[in-house]
């Protein structure tokens, strides 16, 4: 509604005789409806409400109700002039476009106006969609990614490598032997190691296996590595492989489900979908973003925290990242030391060599003990989403013609020694059944007499000292597979 300040532009034939004339001149209000008027009749001033008051030559037009049919007076509405009503919906003639010219000047304008507003909205909204697609890329790969590598914004670096290394696998025209599971295998494994064991020129033994990981996560990779086919790829199985993920299922896990696949999703592309999107659930499959909405959820997970650090550094000159020598620390990529690390990368010390003889006692009396009565601990025969992974990609890799070898890392002999009889059948039963698959070997070092507690780091990792004899242990094995 309009307000008696506003400006009504009138008019009158002279100044004695106070008439409402329509804006044109063509019409005089006479009460109760419009009439002609006298010919001469001219717009000399304005009625603001109260007052008439002398036109100013910049004013101009007048106040017309929404649906284009009234004429605020200053006081009331009321009908439009006939010349108007004509302009307004048909201009038939070229004389009501003359005779209403300041009228459709300003309808013209508005019509321009609409017209030019729409194409602006349009492009408004094109520019927004390019720079919020073009940031939105720039966020996940300038800011999230290079933050998640150094480990500034999570707990360690690796949780961001799996497809960046396959990429690289393929690229490096050699001999490939790649090994891939949980931080068993991680704290196992020694690439430069066994390659200097071999001796075999031309040949590079990668680590790629990722802390608190298992089959159910570790599938996503499947189609990247068949891409990059490798010679070999060693694939952890041990009892910590097969236990029911639907059973086990908290808070703690669908947290750990979310970090290590809303990651996952921000390196992969759609080359790398497989058989695997029918076995997640509904609950992880939600974290993969396989669509730009996804896509877009799976970056706000890590952005949040990735602009605060990227923030912090920029403005105080600080960094969350670890040193460079921290275990959680990831080289880039890009950086001189990546293709290195994928083979040797930095271990914690050991834990068991930094207790005095109060936490090493209750380490063999409460968290040995408790340790063989979890899941991971306890082996199913079948039927879990971890032995479905690992069906699909042991199956896989074996139908493309890549030698699968079956890793069961050691554990330590004060572990073994709390088991049940039979405690591990399942994970026997296992190795078993994924054999009969083409191609597959196994190696089982779970029960070799020859581990030692000095090899451990805990009851299920191996320290320094482990690792050097899993390298002098496992290089023959190799060897003599790409012999063959």
């Known amino acids: ?46 009625w603001n409400g109260s007052n008439w008051e002398p036109i100013n030559p910049k004013d101009g037009g007048m106040v017309l109700s929404p649906d284009s049919e009234n004429l605020w007076t200053g006081k009331k509405w009321i009908p439009i002039p006939p010349s108007l009503h004509d302009n307004l919906t048909s201009k038939k003639t070229n004389q009501n476009d003359k005779i209403n010219t300041r009228k459709s000047s300003f309808g013209n304008h508005n019509k321009n106006m609409i017209n030019i ?90 680590n790629l296996a990722i802390p608190g990981s298992m089959p159910y996560i570790e599938m996503l990779q499947t189609e990247a590595a068949v891409k990059a086919s490798p010679d070999i790829i060693m694939i952890e199985v041990g009892p910590n492989s ?114 005095d003889e109060e936490k090493r006692m209750e380490w063999e009396n409460s968290t040995v003990v408790n340790a063989v009565r979890k899941g991971v601990n306890n082996p199913e025969h079948y039927g879990t989403l971890n032995h479905e992974a690992l069906e699909y990609m042991v199956s896989r890799f074996s139908e493309t013609g890549i030698k699968v070898v079956l890793v069961s890392p050691p554990l330590h002999p004060l572990l073994l020694e709390e088991l049940n009889p039979g405690q591990y059948d399942g994970h026997n039963n296992t190795l078993e059944n994924l054999s009969l698959n083409d191609n597959v070997e196994t190696l089982n070092f779970i029960w070799e007499d020859y581990w030692v507690d000095d090899d451990f780091f805990d009851h299920n990792h191996l320290d320094r000292h482990g690792r050097e004899k899993f390298c002098e242990v496992l290089a023959p094995y190799i060897s003599s597979y790409l012999e063959n």
């Not at 044109?24 to 008027?37: P, V």
Request: proline residues 2%; glycine residues 4%; negative net charge.
């Open 242 to 355: 097969l236990w029911d993920v639907n059973e086990f299922s908290n808070d703690a896990l669908l947290n750990y489900f979310e970090l290590r696949l809303t990651i996952l999703s921000l390196m992969m592309d759609g080359d790398d979908d497989g058989i695997w999107l029918d076995i997640l659930r509904d609950s992880e499959l939600s974290f993969i973003a396989n669509s730009f909405d996804k896509e877009f959820k799976a970056e706000s997970v890590h952005a949040d925290d990735a602009l605060e650090e990227f923030l912090r550094r920029i403005i105080l000159d600080d960094s969350s990242a670890p040193r460079e020598v921290s275990a959680a620390y990831v080289p880039n990529p890009n950086h001189e030391d990546w293709h290195s690390y994928l083979r040797t990368q930095k271990w914690l010390y050991s834990k068991l060599e930094l207790m």
């Open 1 to 46: 509604m309009f307000s008696n300040s506003s400006l009504v532009r009138l008019f009158r034939m002279d100044a004695n005789h106070e008439k409402l004339v329509s804006p044109d001149g063509l019409f005089i209000w006479k009460g109760n409806k419009w009439i002609e008027s006298p010919s001469g009749t001219t717009q000399t001033f304005n």
């Open 117 to 206: 507003n729409n194409i602006e909205i349009l492009k408004s909204m094109i520019s927004g969609i390019f720079i919020f697609f073009v940031t939105t890329s720039m966020l996940s790969s300038q800011i999230i990614q290079p933050l998640l590598y150094d480990a500034s914004i999570v707990r360690v670096g690796r949780y961001a490598l799996t497809f960046d290394a396959w990429d690289t696998i393929e690229d490096d025209e050699a001999i490939s032997v790649v090994g891939i599971g949980s931080s068993m295998l991680q704290y196992a494994l020694d690439g430069n190691c066994v390659e200097n064991e071999m001796n075999l020129e031309g040949t590079y033994v990668y």
